[in-house]
């Protein structure tokens, strides 16, 4: 079965600064696809950014990328330029190619932004 | 509606009452998914449907849990006798596609808040 680790429970960064939150996965399937979700307090995951893991190329959206290494399966997420708004839960999560659509998320990082 | 629509956002039960939660999937979406999140924790599986099939069902962590789709779009799930251990947040999403495509992104409600006590 495949799982999910995300290793700090909370992190904090300084408006403007970039924060990186970790992500490791257990699985034994080649291909797959990993996300990250955003959850503020309204408790809407909202897709932050997915990777393709048969694509080597890291994917971007805006001040959002990672940093996908797949033989050390780590996904790990940068925010760059951070703002008050980023301030929320993240959560990595994987699904496979092989099985239903199911998500499989780990525990969460509660990210603070300070000003 | 424009996302997905779930009712009620908060519910207190007394243990051992029965509860209904609705989710109303963002229209033309085949498949819908139920995921349950206790505090300070991710969101686990619970069931799946494509249309109103329930293709898996291996995250109901007991037979109180029951899920319905009967004609492939809104769904309920339902929680019978229920217990101190349900409280939880209950989350619903639905996506445009079904089986393994990338283009099947999830889109999540705000959720349900269950407080048993």
């Known amino acids: 079965a495949q799982t999910v680790t995300q290793s700090q429970p909370e992190m904090s960064v300084q408006e403007a600064e970039t924060v990186t939150l970790s992500c490791t996965y257990d699985t034994s399937e080649s291909d797959y696809y990993l996300f990250w979700y955003k959850q503020p307090p309204s408790r809407q995951m909202i897709l932050v950014i997915r990777?393709?893991?048969?694509?080597?190329q890291n994917a971007t959206e805006n001040r959002f990328s990672v940093n996908f290494q797949k033989a050390a399966k780590s996904f790990s997420l940068k925010i760059s330029d951070s703002q008050l708004g980023d301030a929320a839960m993240y959560f990595c999560a994987y699904r496979s190619v092989y099985d239903t659509d199911k998500l499989i998320f780990g525990t969460g990082t509660r990210l603070q932004v300070f000003p | 509606g424009a996302g997905v629509s779930q009712s009620p956002r908060y519910k207190v039960a007394k243990r051992g009452q029965d509860v209904a939660l609705r989710c109303d999937p963002i229209s033309g979406h085949v498949s819908l998914f139920w995921y349950q999140q206790a505090l300070g924790q991710g969101p686990e599986f619970l069931t799946y449907f494509q249309n109103e099939a329930q293709l898996d069902k291996s995250g109901l962590p007991s037979d109180r849990f029951f899920a319905e789709r009967p004609e492939g779009s809104v769904s309920t799930l339902k929680i019978q006798r229920t217990q101190q251990e349900d409280s939880a947040v209950y989350l619903c999403a639905s996506s445009l596609g079904g089986g393994a495509s990338m283009n099947t992104e999830a889109f999540f409600g705000q959720g349900t808040r269950l407080t048993v006590v």
């Open positions: 990777q393709e893991a048969y694509k080597q």
